[in-house]
């Protein structure tokens, strides 16, 4: 179907896939290809430079498409916020939506503990190891503990379960009230 006329084509498919994984985005591989075949773009910059019309313009382009390009566009400039779950579960929200986890789970770093003669140990908590950095328009879901330790960053929030979690059949998703995120005191 898609004889490319475009020498970045495979740089510009390889773009639009990160960008896609990145944002969670709704492009499909038909639109990536689409949007490879004839346009190079390697940049976020470059992606939210092209119009809508720009889009129209490209051959076998449809509604379908320009919708997910409309999507992202509306994903990144931070029109429409997308929920980023970096907990170990898929969590669904009170409306019956379900967000599955990303696979990337920040944890807090510590120095090995020593045990004392009780088998007792106190550490400090170290650094957040990675964790995403701050995108427009995308709230991260995260576990208790990082969003505790990660007092600056208003971007993290933590779900609220339904009976903490209990209630729930086997490979279902956690049902949740919604997310919370606690008021830091100085």
């Not at 004889?3 to 944002?23: D, K, V």
């Not at 689409?34 to 490209?58: G, N, Y």
């Not at 990675?130 to 503990?145: H, L, Q």
């Not at 490979?171 to 919370?180: D, E, N, V, W």
Request: hydrophobic fraction near 35%.
């Amino acid at each position: 179907m898609f004889e490319s006329q475009n020498p970045q084509y495979e740089t510009t498919r390889q773009f639009l896939f990160a960008l896609n994984e990145r944002y969670r985005g709704p492009l499909t591989l038909r639109t990536v290809n689409i949007v490879a075949h004839s346009l190079t773009i390697t940049s976020d910059e470059a992606f939210l430079r092209q119009t809508e019309k720009d889009w129209s313009k490209l051959e076998h382009m449809g509604k379908k498409e320009l919708k997910q390009l409309s999507e992202m566009r509306e994903i990144m400039t931070g029109a429409r916020q997308v929920f980023i779950n970096c907990t170990a579960n898929a969590l669904r929200f009170p409306d019956g939506t379900v967000v599955h986890p990303t696979g990337h789970r920040p944890h807090i770093t510590h120095q090995p503990p020593e045990f004392d003669h009780t088998y007792c140990a106190v550490v400090a908590p170290g650094e957040i190891a990675d964790c995403p950095a701050p995108r427009k328009g995308c709230i991260y879901i995260v576990d208790r503990d990082i969003l505790l330790a990660s007092k600056l960053r208003d971007d993290f929030f933590t779900p609220d379960y339904v009976d903490e979690g209990r209630k729930r059949r086997r490979g279902t998703a956690f049902p949740i009230h919604g997310l919370i995120q606690y008021q830091h005191l100085a």
